[in-house]
């Protein structure tokens, strides 16, 4: 038997390939169209292994995908492929609604050309599960109870709008033609691989090269991070076990302020690799101006997921954080490859002011 992954280069999709793979023995073909924020440098453990099969393709492109289906006869689909910044979606739009929104749907047409042609037992055992985010279900205030996968999707920014029409296009293609898809909606992730200019990774690398720390607006909005490994697990866990047709929230039930967030990794490089002049990496903390439409809470209430599939997170904030910041300073090759380049003009376009 074989899967089919989708952005397996990605942040979150190459941490489920090596997990995958560490776990079993059934091998992956993993498709990634290799944007800004595909990297091989995250798969490099995988050199060599044959249950690797590396394609660099856009999930849009038909010919390819429905060669791959054909050729490899998956028994599932897993979808990471995304893009995934909203900071870049506020920038630039177009692209998030091409890969979110129609790549997606070509993606699932082919998947449902597939299914349909397959023999019973195969059709039976099939699974298309959707990798989504809690920012569908907009912001909210600060007693408000956690998303629940009933709730209102209430998408703010282009980011989330392309993700949340992805979830629609999903779940209709389950109601309509019967495709057995499952869907998870987590909160944010963090950990090894995490591409710099999100939150954590960026304050990591910026606190090292002695650059400010930028917390947008003032820094008291909310996220539940998740430990991306974590993540990984729950996703296994949903398309082992998880109802067709369902959809699962995943997060950590670890709400935390931006500006705590960056103060305990602060603490974190103090202790294990201290600034030569004494002075705290909290000191290079710097407010800068806010993101527009800037979602000021998420929390992911993910109850139905550990009460129904019994999964639980293995690490808190405090153990997953530790272990990530021990990741950026123990690859510093990698980090040095993926900073190069594009990465640069980014950084001077989104941080100018
Ligand atoms: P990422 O940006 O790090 O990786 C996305 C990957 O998809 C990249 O390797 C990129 O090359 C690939 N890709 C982009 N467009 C493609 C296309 N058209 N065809 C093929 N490949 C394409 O993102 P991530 O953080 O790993 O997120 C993965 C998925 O998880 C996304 O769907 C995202 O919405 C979802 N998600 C992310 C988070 C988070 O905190 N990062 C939380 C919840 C859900
Ligand atoms: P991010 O990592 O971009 O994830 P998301 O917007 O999908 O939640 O941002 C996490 C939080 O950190 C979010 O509230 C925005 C904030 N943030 C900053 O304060 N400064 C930054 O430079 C970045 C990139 C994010």
Redesign the pocket.
């Known amino acids: 038997m074989t899967i089919l992954v989708?952005?397996?280069?990605?942040?979150?999709?190459s941490n489920f390939v090596l997990d995958w793979l560490a776990e079993s023995d059934e091998p992956i073909v993993n498709?990634?169209?290799?944007?800004y924020?595909?990297?091989l440098d995250n798969l490099t453990a995988l050199n060599g292994d044959a249950r690797h099969i590396f394609v660099k393709?856009?999930?849009?492109d038909v010919t390819v995908i429905s060669k791959l289906l054909a050729d490899h006869r998956p028994r599932a689909i897993v979808?990471?492929?995304?893009?995934?910044?909203v900071d870049r979606s506020i920038h630039g739009p177009a692209e998030f609604i091409?890969?979110n929104v129609v790549?997606t749907f070509s993606l699932l047409e082919e998947a449902r050309r597939y299914w349909g042609e397959l023999p019973d037992g195969e059709k039976h055992a099939f699974r298309f599960l959707h990798?989504?985010?809690?920012e569908v279900y907009g912001s909210l205030e600060k007693t408000d109870p956690a998303f629940r996968e009933g709730d209102q999707y209430k998408p703010n920014s282009p980011y989330s709008a392309s993700?949340a029409a992805s979830d629609h296009l999903v779940r209709c293609y389950h109601h309509t033609y019967g495709l057995p898809v499952l869907t998870t909606?987590?909160?944010?992730?963090?950990g090894p691989f995490h591409?710099p200019e999100?939150l954590i990774p960026l304050c990591i690398l910026n606190a090292l090269s002695l650059k400010p720390l930028p917390i947008y607006g003032d820094g008291q909005q909310i996220r539940d991070w998740l430990y991306v490994k974590d993540?990984c697990a729950a996703i296994r866990r949903v398309l082992e076990a998880g109802k067709l047709g369902e959809t699962y929230n995943v997060g950590g039930w670890n709400e935390m302020a931006n500006l705590d967030v960056v103060g305990t990794l602060c603490a974190i490089l103090d202790e294990l690799q201290p600034r030569a002049d004494g002075l705290s990496y909290a000191s290079q903390i710097t407010f800068v101006k806010d993101r527009p439409g800037h979602d000021r809470r998420y929390a992911i209430d993910a109850t139905k997921l550990e009460r129904e599939l019994g999964w639980k997170p293995v690490e808190t904030f405090e153990t997953g954080i530790r272990k990530t910041v021990e990741w950026y300073l123990a690859n510093q090759d990698w980090v040095a490859n993926v900073t190069s380049g594009a990465y640069q003009n980014w950084l001077g376009k989104q941080y100018s002011h």
């Open positions: 989708t952005g397996g280069a990605g942040f979150i999709g498709v990634d169209k290799l944007t924020a595909g990297n393709a856009d999930i849009g979808n990471f492929a995304a893009e995934s910044h091409q890969t790549s990798v989504s985010t809690d993700k909606n987590c909160s944010n992730n963090y591409f999100k993540h």
